[in-house]
């Protein structure tokens, strides 16, 4: 490990599943500049997604601290302790890239702290073009998630794309090397970049998604409804469905296979720490679900139902790569809330003490370490059903219809757990992967044992007590 401090490059793709890359035993998915990565990488195959979803994942990493037993999707937090202002005070260069609109828009502001951050516009609901006042939508827009408005405003922001130089990953990664070309002298420096894909809208360009189902004449369902597909899609358009994720997949790897090129063509390799993630997955038809939640819109409302979070959406890929050290396998249960203490680490900053994640260093040098030997996901646990969660900005209201589980990960068994008196999902994740084989009954004492893992750990976190009693009891 190098003497002086590293220069670190971040790169999060939203969405992107753990199983499309072959380090993580896929085989249908064309990943070969991550694969090449994945060989010069550290290879952490227990990295699970904590707070859930997109946002609540991005304070885990950005605060170090545990964020669904406090809060749902929200902004930054004013009182919190971030990473970009620690390195930004211990003299590193810290530059934000994103097309992610979520943690910019209305006023969320997680490039606090940086010395300077580029959004790329256009993304998903950014409210950024107003033409053309017509647009043309690919599919029955009563297939669609939250209704005509996004997607009208997504293909707007698109409209005038001409070549693959003007989508997304294309567009963040450009805007990175260019940063790179004009500051790779001024080390250290903290390069953050969030790109979106292949989070939907799925659209990218037809010789990608053609790698995956060339003959396809159907309609492209490019923003389906977060729902059970049988009730509202075809076979046929669910199979196009996957292969315009995966053709999104693929952009994004090739577009990372040229931000590695840049790093080594500026001679950077030697002493940049290259971290590859995602914040979740999501289901292309498993459990018989398209999407990362079950929601429904009903009398202008968005109602969220019971949406468990299974290995598809709560694995994520995560991938280290540190000069001068051995590429390794890791075992050891770990996600985003581990990520700050660890750059932090590697950076040689003092971790402040309220952090709860642990640093993966002696890891990456090769010690052996006592770990911790479970993992949570879990949406916002501070709601209550029935409850309004959120209002958007055009006066929609989203409410939870039933509770919000949390997954229990270990080694060999996931629970599933919500609230005393609510479903219970045991599964023996070792020999049933695709987790369909619901054993809460007959192992009942290892539910019993996971739930009191569990409650424990909300107790270790500081949550209230009224979020808390409602989960010390567990039916079956």
Known sequence: MSAKPLNVVLFISDTFRRDNLTVHGGEEVHTPYLDRFAQTAHVFERAYCGSFPTVPSRTDLFTGKWTFPHRDWSPLPREETVLAELLSYAGYTTMMIIDTPHLLNYGYHFDRGFSAFEWIRGQENDRWRTDPAEVEFPFDIRKCRLGEHTLRQYLRNVADRRSEEDYFPARTVNAAMRWLERNAQQKPFFLYIDTFDPHEPWDPPR??????????????????QYWYWREFMTEAELNHCRALYRGEVTMVDYWFGRLMTRLESLNLLEDTVVIFTADHGFYIGEHG???????????????FHRSPIYDEVARIPLLIYVPHTKPAYHEAF???????????????????????????????????????????????????????VSRAVDGTERVVLSPRPSTIHEREWTLLYSVAGDEVELYHTATDPAQTRNLAREYSDIARRLHAKFVQFLEQCGTREEYLQPRREISI
Do not use: C
């Open 289 to 303: 679900i398209i999407g990362k939640a079950l929601f429904e819109e009903r009398d202008g409302r968005h109602i």
């Open 207 to 224: 010789y990608y998604t053609d790698l995956y189902d060339p003959n396809y004449e159907g309609e492209e369902v490019i923003y389906p």
């Open 334 to 388: 770990t996600g985003f809330i581990d990520l700050m203490p660890t750059i932090l680490d590697l950076a040689g900053v003092e971790i402040p003490f309220e952090v709860q994640g642990r640093s993966l260093l002696p890891l990456l040098q090769g010690e052996s370490v006592a770990w911790r030997d479970f993992f949570v996901t879990s949406w916002a646990i501070v709601h209550q059903p029935g409850e309004t």
